[in-house]
């Protein structure tokens, strides 16, 4: 639930509650004062005064009982409606000499106060405060001046009409200082459960932080020796055992980054940052974590690009990388047989701008044009007989879906069930004038980086031992050093190498220190952070800010790290 929704049900109950209350004492004191004019009115002879007094007695007693109740939903409009016909009754009975109409003031001051606080308040409190108006008109249009029914003496007149006067003006005066009163407690609730609220999204963003770092550690460690016993000759029990390892830490890893992302949307922290990207290139780089994965199912997986869209343009690369992550996971997990395609077209383009159009299609088992809402809902599946298989938070859809609908764009989907998906959405973005380099595509049967020089800062022995073994097999030369310290102590000896990889969190001399100095010392070489903390576009940007060309996520499939290993070395 978002803090604005909560505040909202907070004021919701806190304004029933005190409403209630309100209307109950408010009622409470018209019995108590029509109970006590009853005998005043007998006692100076007004008989006809005093039995509309006591009849108006016992009708606002039963509505009294009836808040007492909680039947609050018709006794409020009773109330109301009661009170300005028997203030009318009591104007034609007395005359207006008397000077009861002036009571219409007070009234319409505490109509606020006798209306809870919902959708329709304004209109209510509207058409409340017309009808008072309207009792008020009708009163001073038929009521005689005098009595027509009892005799009133001038000098009882003249009194009344001034104890009227007095007695209107202060309780106006009443109504007009309780608004300011209750708008004041109102905000003091409101602001004190805002705090409450921001402390425990504040508490849970960071508990969630803390334990994503945790747990994609030891998940690095899992996926990258699944990754490194699976290229080894096994017995034909042994991959099967190492298949379910890496479908299950694969699996896992979805889970957590699902959840951790649809916990900063919920906390509205997650923006669009723009930053000057080749279109074509981070198409390409988007697929390539997942070539292994359909190799090993024995399905295709095709990439199409509009050889127009090799331009470099200003685009969050990070969520379109997401989004286009999500949808292609997706495909992969619901076709078993066939190809999942990714398409980028041009729709249109101008001077500055150009409209790009992506797609992921497959020939899945489909989905059902009653089942489309479904899907894009958070925690959503469609379930049925075909589909218990496919596990899931059910949230990568619903987060691709937000993280557009930022961008200005949504998510479109064309299906039939037996006949694949089509997914599909567009996105306006601005070109830019800086002229393309020529850009190498990454072959993954080609992943020989011999002659390259790469030192790895590493606290953690686990992810240096998978790291050291992952790029064994692209014979690189590797440098490790426990931390940044050691980093640095290298560099002094021997400071060619063609990139750097850092974690941020190192005992003794952390990530950010180390690149601030290898930046200053070695301004030359490229410095990736290979980390497991969790960065959303903020952390991002301060780590470019500090001193990093880009950063590696633990964990990683061994291509994505190749990719930007050749991206950025020297």
Partial sequence: MKIEEIKNEITLLFDMKEVSKRSTQFIGVGVIITAALTPVHMYDGHNLSAIITFIFSVFLGGVWIMHKKGLTKYSTAISIVGINIFLTIFNYAEGLKMGDYLFFFPLLFALPFLVRNKKKYTKEVLIYFIFTAACFCISLSISPQLSPWQIITDEQYSTIFYISAICSVLMSALFAYLGIYFERKYAAVLLDQKNRTEEAMKARSQFLSQMGHELRTPLNGIIGASNLLTKNNTLPEQSEYLNILKYCSNHMLELINNILDYNKIEAGKLDIHLTEMNLKQLVQNSALPFYNRFDEKKIQLLVEIDKELDVNVMIDDIRVIQI???????????????????????????????????????????????????IFESFGQVYTSTTRQYEG??????????????????LELESEPGKGSNFSFSVKLKQTTTPNAQHTIVKMQNTDLSGMRILIAEDNVINMLIAKKIMADWNVSLTTAENGLIALQSLETDANYNIILLDLEMPEMDG??????????????????????????????????????????????????????????N
């Fill in 512 to 569: 950010y220190t180390a690149v601030r100095e290898i930046n200053k010392l070695y301004p030359g070489i490229p410095v990736l952070a290979f980390t497991a903390a969790l960065i959303d576009q903020d952390m991002y940007s301060d780590l470019k800010n500090t001193g990093f060309v880009d950063a590696v996520l633990k964990p990683c499939q061994p291509m994505e790290l190749f990719s930007k290993i050749r991206q950025y070395a």
């Fill in 324 to 374: 286009l992550n999500n949808l292609i996971s997706n495909a992969l997990k619901f076709t078993e047989k066939g190809h999942v395609k990714l398409k980028v077209l041009r729709k249109t383009k101008d001077d500055q701008m150009i409209d790009v159009l992506f797609t992921v299609e497959d020939t899945g088992i489909g989905i059902h044009e009653n089942d489309f809402p479904k």
């Fill in 393 to 410: 938070t059910g949230l990568g859809l619903s987060i691709s879906q937000r993280l557009l609908a930022l961008m200005g764009s949504k």
